[in-house]
């Protein structure tokens, strides 16, 4: 008798455990969610072109291509816009946005971007050693020369900003007035997480 009973749960194991199995997905707890779709964009750092997706984020394959924009970006070997990868980080969030209109240098609008900052010298990410040393052409700790927040912003319709001829920002990224108003009406960093991916080309 016991070895009978011993064989039928030897027998009933399997079962169980495919049972166990294929309960959650009978509960609808077993399927794996889709991929959370959001806006997301990269930056070009040297070209000055911006690409503003939405979709899987980081995955050009699975986002639309939502607009292009030119843009101008930190003073290369001076004040850059930071790498994120010089800091251990895949990309930085967009993290605020608010009206600059009383700003001469960031009007219309300012969407505040993760980066680490310092109320003193250097006032950015420490350490941060892209820069260069003109006397002897060694590698050195930046400088973004007044402290702030680093983000994306507009130029208050001086066009020149955006110029071959303009060396480029204190690390900022500056667009056009009506490219920073798109944004700014777009973008909800309160509703979703918006990343910004910065590669050096």
Sequence with gaps: MKRKLILLIILLIPLAGLYAIDFPKQQGRGEI???????WLVLHRKSGNEF??????GDVNNSKIMRKFQVKAGIPGQSPTP?????????????????SANNLE???YFLTLD?????????????YEECLDFTTGEAKQCDWILPGYFGLHG?????????????GSFGCVR???SD???????????AEEIRYYIEDI
Excluded: M, Q
């Design 33 to 39: 969610p889709a991929p959370k779709k959001s806006h």
């Design 52 to 57: 503003l997706y939405y979709g899987i984020v």
């Design 83 to 99: 790498l994120p990868s010089l800091l251990g980080r895949d990309y930085w969030l967009i993290t605020k946005k608010e009206s």
């Design 106 to 108: 960031t009007a219309p």
């Design 115 to 127: 980066v680490p900052v310092t109320e003193d010298w250097p006032y950015g990410p420490v350490p």
């Design 155 to 167: 130029i208050n319709r001086n066009l020149s900003k955006l110029s071959d001829e303009d060396l």
């Design 175 to 177: 667009h056009s007035d």
């Design 180 to 190: 920073i108003t798109y944004l700014f009406n777009l973008l909800n960093p309160e």
